[in-house]
């Protein structure tokens, strides 16, 4: 591995728990809420998708709304990352559910199809985030960050992780890292490098 610029900060999820503090968890096995109520715009292909407390804005390449989505009440979007063929969109969705507190990355079909959530936090302070498609479409990389007490003290474990969209087999790749991207020829990921949770350094690794 080598390292770079110094990355910036990571942020901070306090936002998200101040929206879902209000929120009661479901019955344990309920099924969980996923975006809904898709408003097509434009017919425009979408180029770039923005996330905010009120939901999934996506935009054309000239900037225009194409579409609308709606999020679960007391949820709260992040990181969407558009895959290669444009139809469908990857994003964290950070809520109360089954296992408490966290973040799921939920896959959304931006033609309207509906969505499914394809990684659920297992347990309290467990937080998906950032995914990254690779050029092909078939492997999504993303972040795991668990809040977990060790020899008396809270620390956290962080690493990134990839999905075979295909098998569904997950693999960790780095451990102590966190907001990943992937080089055009989807061979290596820069991210940043972390220490005791916090930002080190950019590094590279093999993806």
Not at 19 to 48: D, E, I, K, R, W
Not at 108 to 115: A, H, R, T, W
Not at 144 to 151: E, H, I, K, L, S
């Amino acid at each position: 591995m080598v390292w770079g610029a110094r990355a910036r900060s990571l942020g901070s999820l306090a936002l998200a728990a101040l929206l879902l503090g209000c929120q009661a968890p479901p019955t344990n096995g309920a099924p969980q809420p996923t975006p809904t109520g898709a408003s097509s715009l434009s017919t425009a292909p979408v180029a770039f998708v923005l996330a905010n407390p009120s939901g999934l804005v996506a935009l054309d390449a000239s900037g225009g709304v194409a579409k609308r989505f709606d999020i679960p009440a007391g949820s709260f979007p992040s990181g969407p990352a558009i895959h290669p063929d444009g139809r469908q969109l990857a994003f964290a969705l950070t809520r109360i559910g089954a296992g408490g507190f966290g973040s799921d990355i939920v896959l959304l079909d931006l033609g309207g199809g509906g969505s499914r959530t394809i990684l659920t936090h297992e347990q309290d302070n467990v937080f998906y985030a950032g995914p990254v498609f690779d050029p092909s479409g078939r492997y999504l990389y993303f972040g795991r960050r668990a809040g977990v007490v060790q020899n008396g003290a809270s620390v956290t474990d962080d690493g990134l992780e990839r999905l075979d969209l295909q098998s569904n087999v997950r693999t960790r790749i780095v451990q102590d890292a966190a907001d990943a991207t992937l080089s055009p020829d989807g061979r290596t990921l820069v991210f940043a490098h972390l220490v005791k949770g916090q930002v080190d350094t950019l590094w590279t690794a093999n993806a």
